[in-house]
């Protein structure tokens, strides 16, 4: 284990004290991007801790971000190795937890190719088109009624839906897998591949408390589940038992056929079992969970919420249903879903990176093998770089032109650099449109007896962090006006 104090000639990092063994571990806390947040108020923005044996260090403002994702991302742009992703992703075969090497460049180029390109998310807009008014249907028999409508699952399962009629040509009301079923394996899967592993952080004896606690077990189960899934997807597509056009799985299964080349690698059913993977955890809870943040956001902030939906409104005039082309006019939307993020990022710490070769940020020396995490919910909080940051306000992306697309590093739901996300096109088409219809067709009001400052904003922990509580708000179908 690398320690400063032995090593004169590199500078002391700032580091919070901790305990022989654990290190810091203690401190880190079911919400660890809240704990390092706080932290790094005092210790600032560039934070060393030992995670038991495990050198961190941890990035906190904007430019301390550019260093690590900019002007030193080829360093530090490979993953650790960690025993859950390991042990789901038929050893690091998928895109986000593979080591940076030949073979993540060709299956990242594959799926930026095939799977999340334009071309790509043009052609499932028929699916989006169906699932939405799906989903419209069903809060509006909720408005007929005045009951309220849960918006964490309203927003999951559109989501759901999306992205496993795109990746498995299957809808999961009442076909095969039943859904309940389907999300506990999903559900799982995220929660093992977020879970706190001994084996990560304590070397040698660390596998022990994994196996006594049950983790490991958990695991095992998590990652049968999963493959048991995929095989009977594989089956589906074999007995042509699927709907629509060629999906997620019909393409890999082709490639897989034509012999595709990943690396030194032929494509097998692993490599696409570990593809799909980082299709459902990725693609699945990120939209969701973005969608029912704005909308909280938006109940907690009645100004916002009525100039929105004037905006939509306006825009679109009196229809049934609203295109995928309208979403260009919608700009007070697309701040609104910029200040979501900026206050409620899906993956509040990234993924986390480890240096590959030794680098400096702010005159700190970087050792190999250190494991780098940037913390993008502080970075939202930064009074240095947001005035007022507590307050939900879109108007402060108006005069200008930051986005989400990973080149400002004030704003980076998506990551930056080499690892940032491969799908932010089809993200952020999902939440725009879902947002829209939501906002277009009904008025939201709060149930009886809640009112604004009732509306919380816990979070639930995990990779992703989503609204602990769930959003409930009463439906009204909108008044048409003409
Ligand atoms: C609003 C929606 C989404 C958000 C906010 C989001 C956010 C992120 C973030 C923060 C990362 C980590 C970047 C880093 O470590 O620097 C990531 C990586 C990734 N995302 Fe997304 N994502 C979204 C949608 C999707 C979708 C729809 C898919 C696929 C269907 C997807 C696939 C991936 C993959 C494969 C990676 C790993 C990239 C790599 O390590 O090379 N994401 N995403």
Same mark, same amino acid.
Request: proline content about 6%; aromatic content about 8%.
């Given at each position: 284990v690398?320690?400063h104090k ?19 571990l203690?401190?880190i ?31 906190s ?25 390991r ?7 998928d895109?986000?937890f ?7 460049k ?19 807009q ?12 069903s ?20 989501t ?6 795109t ?15 389907f ?5 799982e ?5 977020? *879970? %706190?592993?001994?084996? /990560?952080?304590?070397? +040698?004896?660390?596998?022990? =408390?994994?196996?006594?606690?049950? #983790? ?21 597509h ?11 799985v ?18 097998t059913r ?31 902030n ?10 939509i409104?306006?825009q ?6 609203? *295109? %995928?082309?309208?979403? /260009?006019?919608?700009? +007070?939307?697309?701040?609104? =879903?910029?200040?979501?993020?900026? #206050?409620h990022?899906t ?15 702010n005159g ?38 930051i986005?989400a ?9 998506f990551?930056g ?38 509306? /919380? ?13 769930? #959003? ?7 008044r048409?006006?003409g």
């Open positions: 690398f320690n032995k090593h004169p000639k590199y500078r002391q990092f700032p580091c919070p004290p901790g305990f022989p063994i654990i290190g810091n203690h401190q806390g079911e919400l660890p991007h809240q704990t390092l947040w706080k932290l790094s108020k005092k210790y600032g923005p560039v934070m060393h801790l030992m995670l038991g044996r495990v050198p961190t260090v941890v990035v403002s904007s430019d301390t971000a550019r260093q690590v994702l900019r002007v030193h991302d080829l360093h530090c742009c490979t993953r650790p190795s960690l025993s859950g992703p042990e789901l992703s038929y050893n690091y075969l895109i986000a593979s080591p940076y090497d030949d073979y993540w060709e299956v990242r180029k594959l799926c930026v190719q095939e799977l999340f390109s334009t071309k790509q998310v043009h052609s499932i028929p699916i989006k088109d169906e699932e939405v008014k799906k989903m419209i249907d809060i509006a028999e909720s408005a007929s009624q005045k009951n309220p409508v849960n918006l964490n699952n309203k927003c999951l399962e559109l759901v839906s999306v992205v496993c009629r990746a498995f040509g299957v809808s999961f009301e009442g076909t095969v897998l039943n859904s309940d079923r999300n506990k394996i999903v559900r899967a995220l929660e093992m591949l977020g *879970s %706190f592993s001994a084996a /990560d952080f304590i070397p +040698y004896v660390g596998w022990i =408390i994994d196996v006594l606690t049950g #983790l490991q077990g958990r695991r095992e189960r998590s990652k049968r589940d999963l493959n048991a899934f995929f095989e009977q997807m594989f089956d589906l074999k007995e042509g038992k699927k709907e629509g056009n060629e999906d997620f019909d393409l890999l299964l082709r490639l897989e056929k034509e012999e595709a080349v990943l690396g030194n690698d032929k494509l692993n490599h696409i079992k570990a593809i799909l993977l980082d299709v459902l955890l990725a693609g699945i809870d990120t939209s969701a969970i973005t969608m029912t943040w704005a909308m909280t956001e938006l109940a907690r009645p100004r916002v919420m009525k100039k929105v939906q004037s905006e409104r306006t679109m005039g009196n229809r049934s249903m609203i *295109s %995928f082309e309208d979403m /260009d006019q919608l700009e +007070y939307l697309k701040m609104v =879903i910029k200040e979501t993020w900026r #206050l990022p993956t509040p710490l990234l993924l986390p990176r480890e240096a590959m070769s030794e680098f400096d940020i700190y020396t970087i050792p190999v093998k250190t494991r780098l995490h940037v913390n993008v919910w502080a970075i939202g909080r930064d009074p240095d770089t947001w005035k007022d940051p507590e307050v939900f306000l879109p108007e402060r992306f108006m005069d200008n032109n986005d697309k990973g080149q400002h590093f004030e704003l980076l739901p990551g650099g080499r690892r940032i996300c491969p799908a932010i096109y089809m993200g952020t088409t999902m939440v725009e449109f879902g947002l829209a219809n939501l906002l277009y067709h009904f008025d939201w009001k709060l149930p009886e007896g809640v009112e604004v400052k009732d509306i /919380d904003v816990e979070e639930a922990p995990g990779l992703t962090v989503n609204k602990k509580n769930e #959003l409930l708000l009463v439906p009204e179908m909108r048409s006006c």
